[in-house]
């Protein structure tokens, strides 16, 4: 079982920066493919980055949504437990509630079953 906690949303100008946080609980976050999940109001939760268990020094692989390719990016820290969405350039289409999951497997996913454990979110609001 693993239990995931996002932090670091809140209201910033169009351009501006913020870094997410997904705390995970559990002995085993560093075996997990984590991801970043969006949903905007009205629309469908929709995929924004995952990253592998392997870090990049040793093979592991991140992927991310064409829309925000270039300005977000996923990393991770398995001292830690923690999983970090660092957004920048952001734009008012970013505005959202930001979802961070777990997925005990070895590939990166971007669907939402590919993944077994969610946070609760945290707001994102871009203003222009």
Same mark, same amino acid.
């Given at each position: 079982?693993?239990?995931?906690?996002?932090?670091?949303?809140?209201?910033?100008? @169009?351009?501006?920066?913020?870094?997410?946080?997904?705390?995970?609980?559990?002995?085993?976050?560093?075996? =997990?493919?984590?991801?970043?999940?969006?949903?905007?109001?009205?629309?469908?939760?929709?995929?924004?980055?995952?990253?592998?268990?392997? /870090?990049?020094?040793?093979?592991?692989?991140?992927?991310?949504?064409?829309?925000?390719?270039?300005?977000?990016?996923?990393?991770?820290?398995?001292?830690?437990?923690?999983? =970090? /969405?660092?957004?920048?350039?952001?734009?008012?289409?970013?505005? @959202?509630?930001?979802?961070? @999951?777990?997925?005990?497997?070895?590939?990166?996913?971007?669907?939402?079953?590919? =993944?077994?454990?969610?946070?609760?979110?945290?707001?994102?609001?871009?203003?222009?």
């Amino acid at each position: 079982q693993v239990q995931l906690v996002e932090s670091g949303g809140g209201l910033v100008q @169009a351009g501006g920066s913020l870094r997410l946080s997904c705390a995970a609980s559990g002995r085993t976050f560093s075996s =997990y493919v984590m991801g970043w999940f969006r949903q905007a109001p009205g629309k469908e939760r929709e995929f924004v980055a995952a990253i592998s268990w392997r /870090l990049s020094w040793s093979g592991g692989t991140t992927d991310y949504a064409d829309s925000v390719k270039g300005r977000f990016t996923i990393s991770r820290d398995n001292a830690k437990n923690t999983a =970090y /969405l660092q957004m920048n350039s952001l734009k008012p289409e970013d505005t @959202a509630v930001y979802y961070c @999951a777990a997925a005990n497997t070895i590939r990166t996913g971007r669907g939402l079953s590919d =993944y077994d454990y969610w946070g609760q979110g945290t707001q994102v609001t871009v203003s222009s």
